[in-house]
Structures are given as structure tokens and as C-alpha cells.
């Protein structure tokens, strides 16, 4: 569980792998996760300042068209 930190993309938005995404605090420190593959944002589920539990979708991808 954390609070969402800062949102860096939005849907439509094309990443590439290792891109951040999303920055999440939680208990002081704080993770910044990143683009598992490129792709396109297909749906941003929270924005900053909400508090998320653990396991909670942030973030949905949909391949690139190379992939």
C-alpha cells in the first residue's frame, strides 16, 4: 500500500520499456515504477495524491505494434 506520488503518463501516451510511470510513497521512501515493455497507455486507474492498496491495477499497457 502507498500513496500515489506523481502520475508521468497519460492514456494514449507511447513508453518505452523502463519508462517511469507512476511514483508511489510509502512509509517515507519512495519507488518509482517503470515500463515493464513498450507499449501504448490504455488506462491510468489513479492519480496523484490517492491512497492505493496493495495489489491495486495503476496502470494498464497495450503492446506496441512490434510486439
Do not use: C, N
Not at 43 to 53: C, L, N, Q, R, Y
Request: hydrophobic residues 50%; without cysteine; charged residues 15%.
Amino acid at each position: 500500500p502507498g500513496v500515489v506520488a506523481e502520475v508521468t503518463v497519460a492514456p494514449g501516451d507511447v513508453v518505452e520499456a523502463g519508462q517511469p510511470l507512476i511514483v508511489l510513497e510509502s512509509m517515507k521512501l519512495f519507488q518509482t515504477l517503470t515500463a515493464p515493455r513498450a507499449g501504448t497507455v490504455a488506462a491510468v486507474a489513479v492519480t496523484a495524491g490517492e491512497t492505493v492498496p496493495a495489489g491495486h491495477r495503476l496502470v494498464a499497457l497495450a503492446p506496441d505494434a512490434t510486439s
